[in-house]
């Protein structure tokens, strides 16, 4: 499976953003989804993931209510929508595929996409 992000760019404090996660490859196969991020010295850490069955979303603390996570299954592609973007939101974002159920845990994808850079101004 190959993934694609994109959709990152520049935006002020407060904007929305969307990104993609495109799916590529032996995408017959059932995988959840999710997308983490990882800011300039800082760990990866978990943002949100989605079922392949049934779309059940998982959300961190820090970005639950501003943050959207949903999948088309026809077009093999994820979806981040970002709201109410904040500069600690500045990061470069990655999506991954797991064959299992969703996890928090990055250790337990198998597979990722290259990143995008998301930069939020104040």
């Known amino acids: 499976v190959q993934l694609q992000a994109s959709g990152g760019g520049l935006v002020e404090a407060g904007a929305s953003l969307r990104l993609s996660c495109a799916a590529s490859?032996?995408?017959?196969?059932?995988?959840?989804m999710g997308w983490f991020r990882q800011a300039p010295g800082k760990e990866r850490e978990f943002v949100a993931a989605?079922?392949?069955?049934?779309?059940?979303?998982y959300y961190a603390d820090s970005v639950k209510g501003r943050f959207t996570i949903s999948r088309d299954n026809a077009k093999n592609t994820v979806y981040l929508q970002m709201s109410s973007l904040k500069p600690e939101d500045t990061a470069v974002y990655y999506c991954?595929?797991?064959?299992?159920?969703?996890?928090?845990?990055?250790?337990?994808?198998?597979?990722w996409g290259q990143g995008t850079l998301v930069t939020v101004s104040s």
């Open positions: 991954a595929a797991r064959r299992q159920g969703t996890s928090s845990s990055s250790t337990l994808y198998d597979y």
């Open positions: 490859g032996r995408t017959s196969s059932n995988y959840a």
């Open positions: 989605i079922s392949w069955i049934g779309g059940k979303t």
